[in-house]
């Protein structure tokens, strides 16, 4: 399961590997969901990727725009539930914009948490 998170973000973000090393070490509990639940959590990372419209670098972490006539906002919550048990470090924001059918999930963390996702996520 955190392959496929690694993978999505990656796409998402774009950013070539870190070269400095995080500074808090961060870990992910693989085995916080079922097998049925990383079912559901693919399909779920799937729809994400589907919803993608933007990404922007913030200071500490990443948001992404997602264009909720492809994903359901029940369905970005039910990911961000299952993604917060397997990493707990990371803190989400989803923010909704009126009329615009958008909303922006963020991604973010204690410090070094950029860097992480970088180095997880490096091609």
Request: one cysteine or more; glycine letters at 8%.
């Amino acid at each position: 399961m955190r392959r496929t998170l690694l993978s999505f973000l990656l796409m998402l973000i774009g950013f070539a590997p870190a070269t400095a090393a995080a500074t808090e070490p961060f870990a992910c509990n693989m085995k916080a969901l079922t097998r049925e639940e990383r079912q559901r959590y693919g399909v779920l990372a799937g729809k994400l990727h589907a919803a993608h419209d933007a990404t922007r670098e913030i200071a500490e972490g990443y948001e992404i725009t997602l264009k909720l006539d492809h994903i359901p906002l029940r369905e970005v919550a039910e990911w961000v539930e299952m993604e917060a048990r397997c990493c707990p470090f990371f803190t989400f924001n989803v923010e909704l914009h009126g009329g615009k059918q958008t909303a922006a999930l963020r991604l973010t963390g204690p410090e070094g948490v950029k860097a992480f996702i970088r180095e997880e996520f490096g091609r």
